[in-house]
C-alpha cells in the first residue's frame, strides 16, 4: 500500500467531489476502479504525460458514472482537451493519438506494476471506453492439503487491501483539498453558494457562439464542485444562492483586485464578495483564462 500512495503524497490526479463520491459509492467494484486508477495514473508509465493522465482520468470517471455510451472522439477532444463543439475531427487527430498513446502506457504500467486493487484497466482498441477487468489474486502456497472452502468473489478477496486503501485515500484527500491553491480559492468562493451562474455578453437575449465557447470550460465545475451551473445571458436575474462568473469583452467593472490569466484580466474580491469577471479584448483569451479557473493543474495563487 505504501507502494501504491504515501501519506505525505498529495497526487495531481485527485480533485474535489472524487473521495466523496467514493465514500458515498456501496459498489466494491467501484471503489476498486477508482483506487487502481489513482495507482496507474501516479505510476512511472504516466507522470511523465499530463494530457495522457486526464485523457485515462476522463474516459474512467465517465465509464463509472454510466455515460460510456457517449465517450465518442468528438465527445472527449470538447470535454478533455478544450476543443470547440464544431472542431473538424477529421483534420485533427489528438483524440485518436492520445487514446493510442494511453494504450501504450497502460501496457507499459502493468508489464512493470501489477494492479493494486485487484483490477485491471485496460482501453481497447478502436474504442474509447475503458473496460475494467478482475485479477485474480495469487493463492499461497500450503503446508499440506486443506479442505476445499466455498469459492470467493474477486472483491471478497481483496476487500481487506481496498479498505485500507480507501483510508489511506480518504486521509490524503483532506490534506489536497485543503492545501492546494485550486481547492482554497474555491472552498472560499462557494461557501455558503449553492450554484455557479455563467453571465456572458448577449446581444438581448442571445449569446453569441464565441463567447458560449469561451463559457465552456466553466461547466466542468459542475462535475468538480457538484454544484449545478448555468449559462445565462448578462442581463439575467441570478439566483441569490449563486456564486456568479461574469464573462465579458465589454463590460469591466472598477474596484477589483485584479489578477493577469495570460492576455486576460481576472477582476475579484471586494465590493463583490462572491463573483469574480474575467475580462479580456478575444473570445479565445477569455475561454484560456476560464479553463485556467477550472483546472487544478496551473492554478494561480490567488489571496
Same mark, same amino acid.
Given at each position: ?64 458514472? $454510466? ?12 470535454a ?37 486493487? $485487484? ?13 475494467f ?12 492439503p ?6 470467493m ?8 487491501t ?22 482554497r ?42 454544484v ?6 448578462? $442581463? ?68
Amino acid at each position: 500500500m505504501q507502494s501504491l500512495l504515501t501519506l505525505g503524497a498529495t497526487p495531481p490526479q485527485l480533485r474535489p467531489g472524487v473521495q466523496p463520491a467514493i465514500a458515498a459509492s456501496a459498489d466494491d467494484a467501484t471503489l476498486a476502479v477508482q483506487l487502481e486508477l489513482v495507482s496507474v495514473l501516479d505510476g512511472p508509465a504516466f507522470r511523465g504525460s499530463s494530457r495522457s493522465r486526464e485523457f485515462l482520468r476522463f474516459v474512467v470517471e465517465e465509464a463509472l458514472a $454510466g455515460r460510456q455510451d457517449l465517450l465518442k472522439e468528438r465527445t472527449i477532444g470538447v470535454a478533455a482537451f478544450g476543443k470547440p463543439s464544431n472542431y473538424d475531427t477529421g483534420a485533427d487527430s489528438v483524440v485518436r493519438v492520445r487514446a493510442n498513446e494511453v494504450r501504450k502506457r497502460l501496457a507499459a504500467h502493468y508489464d512493470a506494476v501489477p494492479p493494486k486493487a $485487484g483490477i485491471r484497466i485496460e482501453l481497447p482498441l478502436g474504442a474509447y471506453a475503458p473496460t475494467f477487468s478482475p485479477v485474480a489474486a495469487r493463492k499461497a502456497a500450503l503446508p499440506e492439503p486443506m479442505p476445499a472452502a466455498p469459492p470467493m468473489l474477486w472483491w471478497q478477496l481483496a476487500a481487506p487491501t481496498l479498505i485500507s486503501m480507501f483510508l489511506i485515500l480518504v486521509a490524503i484527500r483532506g490534506g489536497v483539498d485543503s492545501n492546494d491553491a485550486f481547492s482554497r480559492f474555491w472552498d472560499k468562493a462557494m461557501a455558503g453558494r449553492t450554484s455557479i451562474a455563467v453571465v456572458v455578453d448577449s446581444d438581448g437575449s442571445a449569446i453569441s457562439p464565441a463567447m458560449a465557447d469561451a463559457a465552456m470550460p466553466i461547466e466542468r465545475l459542475a462535475d468538480t464542485l457538484q454544484v449545478p451551473v448555468h449559462v445565462i445571458p448578462a $442581463g439575467t436575474d441570478q439566483s441569490p444562492g449563486a456564486y456568479v462568473i461574469r464573462i465579458s469583452m465589454t463590460e469591466r467593472p472598477p474596484g477589483h483586485r485584479a489578477l493577469r490569466l495570460g492576455n486576460a484580466t481576472m477582476l475579484y474580491g471586494e465590493p463583490r464578495e462572491h463573483e469574480v469577471w474575467l475580462w479580456a479584448q478575444t473570445a479565445e483569451a477569455l475561454r484560456t483564462a476560464a479553463r485556467t479557473l477550472t483546472s487544478r493543474s496551473g492554478f494561480p495563487q490567488i489571496e
